[in-house]
Every structure is written in structure tokens, then in C-alpha cells.
């Protein structure tokens, strides 16, 4: 026996509400990336308080011979600072798309 191929017809109101489904989608993922990119600015700026704070702390801790210490605020301050320049790509790339 011949089995009958079946195709899928799409009818007009069929591709619209594709069109619509794809309309929404669209527009929930860009929700989404907006809300991305607000948590991850909001993180950024944590990340600015983090390494101001911790930049006091190092004065005290240099004027106060801990230079060990002083100098592991350091490091901390520079891994912020090369992190903050990644989580400031991430937020560009996001509100681009």
C-alpha cells in the first residue's frame, strides 16, 4: 500500500499567528537581555564600591607598615578592575543586541 504523504498547509491564520509566536519571542528575549544588563550594572557598580573600599584600605594598611597586606589589596583592586572591564563588555553586547 501507498501510505499518502501528508504536508503540513499553513494557512493564512496559521502564519500569522507563527509570525506573532516569533513576535514574541523576540521581544521576550530582549526583555530578558535588558534585564541582564541591569542586574549586571547594578553588579558594576558594586564592583567600583568593592575596589574604592578596599583602595582605603590599603592607604591605612601603608601607612601603618602592613605593606604585605597593602600590597594583596593591591592584587584584589587589580583583579576588580580587569573583572569590571568583562562584566562593562557583557553589558554593552547585551543592550546591542
Do not use: Y
Not at 496559521?14 to 542586574?39: P, R, W, Y
Not at 604585605?68 to 554593552?92: F, H, P, Y
Amino acid at each position: 500500500m501507498d501510505e499518502e504523504r501528508l504536508e503540513p498547509k499553513i494557512t493564512p491564520n496559521l502564519q500569522d499567528q507563527l509570525f506573532s509566536l516569533k513576535d514574541e519571542s523576540m521581544h521576550d528575549s530582549f526583555q530578558a537581555n535588558i534585564a541582564a544588563a541591569d542586574a549586571l550594572t547594578l553588579l558594576l557598580h558594586n564592583q567600583h564600591a568593592i575596589c574604592a573600599a578596599i583602595e582605603e584600605v590599603t592607604t591605612w594598611l601603608s601607612n601603618n607598615g602592613a605593606r604585605n597586606s597593602a600590597v594583596n589589596a593591591v592584587t584584589a583592586m587589580e583583579t576588580l578592575d580587569r573583572n569590571a572591564q568583562g562584566i562593562t563588555d557583557a553589558i554593552l553586547r547585551l543592550r546591542q543586541s
